[in-house]
C-alpha cells in the first residue's frame, strides 16, 4: 500500500466512543446499524461495546480488555500525582528553611 492513498484514523474521544456503545447497549440497535450510523467500522464498534459492557477488567494470559473508563481515569491520577509532587516539594523547602532558622 503506498503511503500516499492510506487512509487515516479518524480520532475518536471517549465520550464518543462510550456514546457509540449506548447506541447498542441502551437503544438496541444492532452492530452494524450503529456503525453505519456514526460512520465507523463495525469491528471498532464491537471494540467499544465489549469495553463498555466490562467496566472491570479481567486479567487473563496475555490478553487484556480495552476499559473505555481507564484513560480518564489515568488522567486524573497523573493530575492528583503532580500535583502531591509539587506539595511535597514545597514542604521539603519549608522544612530546610525552618531548619535553617532555629540554627
Known sequence: ??????????????????????LVIEKNDTYQQAADSLGISLSAMGRWVRAERSPVTPVSKNKSVLNLSAPAEWLRLRQENEQLQMERDILKKAAVFFAKEVE
Open 1 to 22: 500500500m503506498n503511503h500516499q492513498t492510506k487512509q487515516k484514523r479518524p480520532k475518536c474521544t471517549l465520550e464518543f466512543k462510550q456514546d457509540a456503545a449506548q
